[in-house]
């Protein structure tokens, strides 16, 4: 267990509505992710933090945004969720030797 | 720049049958390279990795890796298919962490069946 906890595990929201999506970990790491994972394409990055305040895009940030005011938190949000955005995302925390990743149980989005 | 291409979307195999996962990477770098797996609506777990020791790497449940540098190759195997190994399977590609995050890679994944 790597002491990553996503939240909500299920939602379900309507068009145009804001999402957020919380990530919390207990071990202090400085790296944190999120991905989305699709059917045909592997999981894809949407954004990352390599410290508290500092994050940067990965391949498919567009929609959305994230925070990170404290090491323990890593907070996605959608400001206004498409139908696209219905997904299963999922936070992960690497090891900063390796790169090894560990991951959450993933957050079910699903955006009618 | 760097990729990662799982050859086989999906992969089925008698139980007690040999399991053989493909996989093949391009790097600018020397590379770490992971194999996770993920058992329906759960969350990805490493199987093992690779990180520039031995190029026979053996991880959890009897699936081992062999890095073959001049194949640019990392295929995951296992001696005898056990009906627990259905999953999907992916294979991540990673720089060193401090040339930043944007290096991990994952395939698009392989799902193995397992037949009774």
């Known amino acids: 267990d790597a002491g990553i906890t996503q939240s909500p595990r299920h939602k379900v929201t309507e068009t145009g509505t804001p999402v957020t999506l919380r990530c919390h970990q207990t071990?202090?790491?400085?790296?944190m992710y999120w991905y989305r994972q699709d059917p045909g394409h592997g999981l894809r990055l949407i954004h990352y933090?390599?410290?508290?305040?500092?994050?940067d895009k990965g391949e498919v940030s567009d929609g959305y945004s994230v925070s990170r005011s404290k090491t323990e938190d890593f907070l996605l949000t959608l400001e206004s969720a498409t139908s696209s955005q219905t997904s299963v995302y999922f936070c992960?925390?690497?090891?900063?030797?390796?790169?090894?990743?560990?991951f959450g149980e993933g957050s079910r989005l699903t955006v009618l | 720049a760097q990729s990662v291409t799982q050859l086989d979307s999906h992969v089925s195999v008698s139980e007690g049958t040999p399991v053989l996962l493909r996989c093949n990477y391009s790097?600018?770098?020397?590379?770490?390279l992971f194999w996770y797996v993920q058992h329906p609506n759960k969350g990805l777990q490493l199987l093992l990795k690779?990180?520039?020791?031995?190029?026979l790497v053996k991880g959890i449940n009897g699936f081992e890796a062999e890095f073959k540098k001049s194949e640019t190759s990392f295929h995951l195997t296992k001696p005898s298919a056990h009906m627990s190994d259905a999953a999907e399977y992916f294979c991540?590609?990673?720089?060193?962490?401090?040339?930043?995050?944007?290096?991990?890679?994952f395939g698009t994944g392989t799902r193995l069946t397992i037949i009774p």
């Open positions: 992960a925390i690497a090891t900063e030797v390796t790169g090894e990743l560990f």
């Open positions: 071990e202090n790491h400085r790296y």
């Open positions: 933090s390599y410290g508290v305040k500092d994050t």
């Open positions: 790097s600018s770098y020397s590379p770490s």
């Open positions: 690779y990180t520039s020791a031995a190029t």
């Open positions: 991540v590609v990673s720089a060193p962490i401090n040339f930043g995050n944007e290096k991990l890679t």
